[in-house]
């Protein structure tokens, strides 16, 4: 694949490393999931995720940001804090975390390599769709992992994150454009 920018390489090279994380943690997750049971240790991973999503979301919208951006990205946090705090399961947590950060890299790079003149139909759309791939890919392989489960529920929370993710970049750029356009009819007007 021919890359259209740096941008969209990075972006595209940034997924790879976060897709292989995922999958490389396959074999010993059941026992990092036991140690996170700590309130500690599961506290300190839930702020790190947390800070995680909001950064891969953040470095979408790099340049001016407006303060309707900013409030996005904020409340964006907040649902976020919100689901992840009513679940109990330091796993559906991960999920959470792990596939919208996948979902936000895959719907920018997505959407870098349209806005420079590739046929991309619907970054949005695309960009769950092969999240929910990846992620359906992570449960099939965990048939065969040894103390590891195929359950269809994790299938929902990574399509779920992705939804979440996917929605907050795209009523981020939504609003970039009509802020541009505004100053653009300033400008002319």
Same mark, same amino acid.
């Given at each position: 694949?021919? #890359?259209?920018?740096?941008?969209? $390489? ?7 490393? /976060? ?26 991973? #839930? ?7 909001? /950064? ?10 407006? $303060? ?14 919100? /689901?992840?705090? $009513?679940?109990?399961? @330091?796993?559906?947590?991960? !999920?959470?975390?792990?596939? =919208?950060? /996948? ?15 590739? !046929? ?6 695309? =960009? ?17 992992? @040894?103390?590891?489960?195929?359950? @269809? ?7 779920? %994150? %992705?939804?979440?993710?996917? =929605?907050?970049?795209?009523?981020? %750029? ?16």
């Amino acid at each position: 694949m021919r #890359f259209t920018s740096d941008r969209e $390489r990075r972006l595209w090279l940034s997924l790879l490393i /976060v897709v292989v994380a995922i999958y490389s943690t396959l074999g010993f997750a059941g026992s990092l999931a036991g140690s996170m049971r700590s309130q500690d240790m599961n506290a300190l991973t #839930f702020v790190v995720g947390v800070l995680l999503v909001v /950064v891969a979301v953040t470095t979408q919208m790099l340049g001016n940001v407006s $303060r309707w951006e900013l409030f996005i990205t904020a409340g964006v946090a907040a649902v976020l804090v919100l /689901v992840v705090t $009513r679940l109990t399961s @330091p796993v559906e947590r991960s !999920h959470l975390v792990e596939y =919208a950060v /996948v979902a936000t890299l895959l719907y920018g790079a997505l959407s870098e390599r349209r806005r420079n003149g590739r !046929h991309v139909p619907n970054p949005a759309v695309v =960009a769950v769709a092969i999240t929910i791939l990846i992620g359906t890919v992570d449960e099939l392989v965990q048939i065969v992992v @040894p103390n590891r489960v195929f359950d @269809p529920i994790d299938i929902g929370f990574n399509a779920g %994150a %992705a939804v979440m993710a996917v =929605a907050a970049g795209t009523v981020l %750029a939504w609003n970039k454009r009509r802020r541009v356009q505004l100053r653009s009819n300033d400008r002319t007007g």
